[in-house]
């Protein structure tokens, strides 16, 4: 019965260096979410995926940021160049496709990104 | 822009007693409320949730209470118990969309 994994737990990078996270949904979830935790801040929406499909992106920043999820394998979001502001806790979220159910999302346990 | 204000960053109550968090919210399309408990260095749990059609709903120990017209609701939990001393946060889904806006959240420490 397994959650959201999210992986690695902990990234660190230097400034200008690629950030790659990746998240596998639970079981029989077709909707991932990706949010952003700044320090002693809520959680920020960032981007909403379906298989092979960008649904909404209105969160994310217009530039060095991407996300995929693909037909196979686990969602991404890359961060290109990073800097000290992306430092942050990043979370995946997942939910199902069943009507009613789709807005009760499960969260998996973060990526911890820390830009030296 | 706030839009879900948790406007009291920390609660204690004691064991045994009821706690209660507050969330305001300031968008009128916002239409399915939830509250996720969160430990430090993991991700949120769901905890319970609540449709704009509906005041109030109960699972367990949880109760969420709703009020459209001053856009507030409560999470109430009865009774407290030390492991349920967390961050707590609101967070609300627009309708037609399916990301949630959080509130910055209230830490929650139930006492023995």
């Known amino acids: 019965n397994a959650g959201v994994m999210q992986n690695p737990r902990h990234l660190v990078r230097r400034r200008g260096q690629e950030a790659r996270l990746r998240c596998s949904p639970m079981?029989?979830?077709?909707?991932v979410y990706w949010y952003r935790q700044l320090p002693e801040e809520g959680l920020k929406f960032m981007v909403y995926?379906?298989?092979?499909?960008?649904?909404?992106e209105s969160g994310m920043p217009k530039e060095r940021f991407s996300a995929e999820f693909p037909k196979e394998g686990p969602s991404i979001l890359r961060i290109q160049q990073v800097v000290r502001g992306d430092s942050a806790a990043y979370f995946c979220?997942?939910?199902?496709?069943?009507?009613?159910?789709?807005?009760?999302?499960?969260f998996g346990p973060g990526t911890r990104l820390t830009v030296t | 822009d706030q839009q879900v204000k948790q406007n009291s960053p920390s609660l204690s109550v004691q064991e045994g007693r009821i706690s209660i968090l507050n969330c305001d919210y300031t968008n009128s399309m916002f239409d399915y409320f939830l509250w996720y408990k969160k430990y430090p260095a993991e991700g949120p749990t769901f905890l319970i949730s609540i449709s704009s059609i509906k005041d109030k709903n109960e699972d367990g120990r949880f109760t969420v209470f709703l009020n459209k017209s001053a856009k507030h609701l409560s999470l109430h939990i009865v009774p407290s118990q030390p492991g349920d001393s967390a961050v707590y946060f609101c967070?609300?889904?627009?309708?037609?969309?399916?990301?949630?806006?959080f509130g910055t959240g209230t830490r929650l420490l139930v006492s023995p």
């Open positions: 979220a997942s939910s199902s496709s069943v009507s009613g159910a789709a807005y009760e999302q499960y």
């Open positions: 967070a609300a889904s627009p309708s037609g969309f399916q990301k949630l806006v």
């Open positions: 995926l379906q298989k092979e499909n960008i649904i909404d």
């Open positions: 079981k029989g979830h077709s909707h």
